[in-house]
């Protein structure tokens, strides 16, 4: 997360996390994910959760 923040300037980052693996949602929740949608029946065994965290500090595109 920090390299992806502070050394690449992402904007964000998300992960697709199967609504039934709560302990891997509980993990991204604690380390400041939102969680942003559910994906209903998106895989064929359960509904996926779509969540992102912001950059705090992003500096917007550059060009090279």
Same mark, same amino acid.
């Given at each position: 997360?920090?390299? @992806?923040?502070?050394?690449?300037?992402?904007r964000m980052l998300y992960a697709f996390v199967s609504s039934q693996n709560v302990?891997? #949602?509980?993990l991204f929740e604690s380390c400041g994910y939102s969680n942003i @949608?559910?994906?209903q029946s998106w895989l064929m065994t359960s509904d996926v959760c779509y #969540?992102?965290?912001?950059n705090p500090n992003f500096?917007? @595109?550059t060009l090279k």
């Open positions: 997360e920090s390299y @992806a923040f502070n050394c690449l300037n992402m302990s891997s #949602l509980h @949608a559910t994906l #969540l992102n965290k912001i500096l917007g @595109a």
